[in-house]
């Protein structure tokens, strides 16, 4: 068992109170504070490492990434459009009332639910009916064959109907309820949230009796909380901090290549990405090989389209446009006066800024006058989704669906049926609608090399590279990262 340490309050650490990290309080220091505990609101990583240990979902990946029972012990398919899933007899909430089908039933309906509005509704409305048949069976009905359906499941919460209708969505943000493995204690604004352990939890338990999600937004306080033991875990550590870990006598660096990926969004419905010759000089300009040589310590991976090898419906063979600077000032010159507007970079700080200021700088040197405009987490997601006119010039973004699969990755960002998309292009609608229902996996992939294709011609989109999650951990913590970025506290253990 590993020993407590006494209370520390490091120079750098940036919350307002001491944190003990020990053997009875486990603490991770994330880039930012959560902007939902509500599991069927965001869906950003600074929340769902967090409301993931709140939530159970119906079934989740295991750390080899295999789709496995949770809440559902089995399924069905009873027909290509209906699927019944088995539930656990004995879950309950935090509240101590029973988890049963009505609750699924619910969970579904809400998300999918238009005036709900919850950005995660393009990943989920391919379900059109969830029925009940018992308290601990439930058939959920699809808008055709929906071969992602599992896949998509892996990160539907459930969430309690009775609280929710009792409370409103407002009052049950501020105070979840759920059945997982963590319970919500307390959200000190800015600060931290503190989970306590479930101890009547019918799946395997937490090993901590207190876990503290702080708010740390600058990485080097977060790498310098790990290394004091002010902190257990930290995320969104960049390769320069990951590399100091290496010669730590308190603390190591872990790494995984992620279904995550970085990309430039361009908005083809604003000046002066209206006109394609700025479009294509952007992707010309951007160095991305070097980026990650002289940047990113060489462990990422460049790519050309909006998935990654982690993903079904990634497509071998796909290229990008080559970096070519001097093309890119050419283009720039020929588009005319659209080469000389001023252009405002959005980004938020889970991005790592080191690489928001080289690709300013390698578009400042073909000649685009850019700036960065740097605004918090939350605002950043409320104005990506603003549509295609509002929406950011250009910006600086990552993407991940969580569920591994090309329809939860595409559909989100490129049909005009979803909250994320600034384009409308009827023969991509069309391809992602066909792909979400074709049970023959080769169909499937053949219509996501069409659309891939057709995003590399007309650049809504530069993708840059596949990420990888860079986490500092105590040596006492046996961590495994996985490739959805997952943080299940309950598969996190000390060790000698």
Known sequence: MRKSFPWLIAAAIAVATPAIAGADRFVVDLAAEPSTLDPQLQWNPDSYYVYRNIFDNLVTRDDKGEIVPQLATAWRNVSDTEVVFALRPDVTFHDGSKLTADDVAFSIERVTDKSFASPQRGQFNKIVQAVPLSPTEIKLITDGPYPALLAQLVKLSIVPKKVIEAVGKDAFNLKPVGSGPYKFEAWQRGVAVTLSRNDTYWGTKGPFPVALFRAVPDSATRLANLQAGASDLVVGLDSDQLAQLKSSQRAKPLTTLTERLAYLRLNPNRAPFDNPKIR??????????????????????????????????????????????????????????????????????????????????????????????????????????????????????????????????????????????????????????????????????????????????????????????GYGAAKSVQFTPTPNESLFLNRIRWID
Not at 378 to 405: H, K, M, N, W
């Open 280 to 469: 294509e000089a952007i992707a010309r300009a951007v160095d991305k090989q070097g980026i990650i040589d002289g940047i990113l310590g060489g462990q990422e991976k460049p790519i050309a389209q909006m998935l990654t090898p982690a993903h079904f419906g990634w497509a071998e063979g796909i290229a990008g446009l080559a970096y070519d600077p001097a093309r890119a000032k050419v283009l720039i010159a020929e588009a005319g006066s659209a080469g000389k507007a001023a252009i405002s970079l959005t980004t938020a700080p889970f991005f790592d800024q080191r690489v928001v200021q080289a690709i300013q700088q390698q578009l400042r040197d073909v000649g685009l006058d850019v700036s960065i405009e740097l605004i918090d987490t939350p605002s950043f997601l409320q104005r990506t989704q603003r549509g295609p006119v509002e929406a950011p010039v250009l910006a600086i973004s990552r993407s991940s669906c969580a569920c591994q699969d090309a329809d939860g990755a595409l559909y989100e960002l490129f049909h005009a049926g979803s909250g994320w998309t600034i384009v409308e292009n009827k023969e991509v609608d069309g391809l992602l609608d066909r792909a979400r229902s074709a049970l023959d996996p080769a169909a499937r992939l053949a219509d996501y090399r069409k659309v891939h294709e057709i995003i590399a011609t007309s650049l809504p989109v530069v993708p840059l590279y596949q990420t990888v999650a």
